[in-house]
């Protein structure tokens, strides 16, 4: 077990589910650099207006590039890697662009790690890596199965995680979440996808509305990110973090519609559906091994977390373009 308190770096910590960490892990006490993207501007994303601004360090890089990787991990005792492209529809565009990001920044992490004797490292996976379930709920020794591009790219960088820890005893754990929500999250994700056309559109423009989903509220995977990172019974192992509850996007736009007290036309656009063979048909956690091993456990329902993302993105529903497919 590390200390409780701990030198933290956290790399994509301007995104979406990053910013949550750092600010949670902030208020736990942790010393948390962020590593994320270069720019020009010095932009730090969704930390740019945080309250706790003050109180963590940011580096600006790219995670595809080994000095910047290993500058920034030097000085730190633990590592947590969220740095990655996610979006499914643009690793149809672009693939290359998910194996450098994915699998190669993974690996500027583990070397890094492995040269400074880092502490503690998590590795950030996906669901996306089981493609659709061959049984349900999902386990950690589900087969894995490279759906998409981007799938594939994390499957890549999951293996290369766990050769780091069965080749060189790198103390490396791998998270894997289901479909994360919560405030700040961009359109490529459903649930905002849903919210924001309710609130700015004329209909609701959606793909594949028969697909089942396993969500976890933002601050529900934070608080997994930090039992882990203080436990070492996970190192050389994946974990599951999800609710084991699953629902499909049709009965997800009622839970919406009942919540909001608001209801539009529901279109289903070609564009917007993946191909068949990539497509995921099913997702659902199965989370005992996180609930057995630790005192984690989902503290915030679907409907209390809908609620929270609606309220957040209807203050800032000007920051998304609800007329455009975010791929």
């Known amino acids: ?40 501007n010095n932009d730090w994303g969704w930390l740019e207006n945080s309250i706790f601004k003050k109180d963590f360090n940011v580096i600006l890089g790219d995670i595809r590039d080994y000095d910047s990787v290993k500058n920034a991990v030097k000085g730190n005792n633990v590592v947590l890697h969220l740095a990655a492209l996610i979006g499914i529809p643009y690793s149809y565009i672009s693939p290359l662009a998910y194996i450098k990001t994915n699998v190669e920044g993974t690996y500027n992490v583990l070397q890094s790690a492995k040269e400074l004797e880092i502490s503690k490292t998590v590795i950030t996976s996906t669901s996306e890596v089981y493609g659709s379930a061959i049984y349900t709920p999902i386990n ?19 293996n290369l995680a766990l050769s780091y820890y069965h080749s060189f005893d790198l103390p490396v754990t791998t998270i894997r979440p289901f479909n994360t929500y919560g405030p700040r999250q961009s359109a ?30 933002v601050e529900d995977l934070c608080m ?41 036309k529901i279109v289903v656009s070609e564009d917007r559906i993946r191909k068949n063979k990539s497509e995921v048909n099913h997702l659902l956690c199965d989370n005992k091994k996180i609930l057995s091993l630790t005192d984690w456990k989902p503290k915030i329902s679907l409907d209390e ?15 998304y373009k609800s007329n455009l497919y975010n791929v």
């Open 1 to 40: 077990m590390l200390n409780m308190k701990n030198k933290i770096l956290i790399t994509g910590g301007c995104g979406f589910i990053g910013s949550h960490l750092t600010e949670y892990l902030v208020q736990r006490g942790h010393q948390v650099t962020v590593f994320d993207r270069y720019n020009s």
């Open 140 to 158: 950690e020794d589900h087969p894995l199965q490279p759906q998409s591009p981007y799938s594939a790219s994390k499957i890549g960088a999951d």
């Open 188 to 217: 490529r994700a459903i649930i905002p996808t849903i919210f924001s056309q309710l609130i700015s559109s004329k209909d609701i423009s959606l793909g594949n509305l028969s697909t089942v989903r396993d969500f976890t509220f």
């Open 224 to 264: 997994a990110y930090e039992i882990l990172l203080k436990n070492n019974i996970f190192n050389g192992g994946v974990v599951n973090v999800g609710s084991n509850q699953d629902i499909s996007i049709s009965q997800l736009l009622e839970k919406i519609f009942k919540i909001t007290n608001l209801k539009k």
């Open 305 to 319: 977390g809908l609620r929270k993302t609606y309220s957040w993105i209807e203050k800032n529903k000007n920051i």
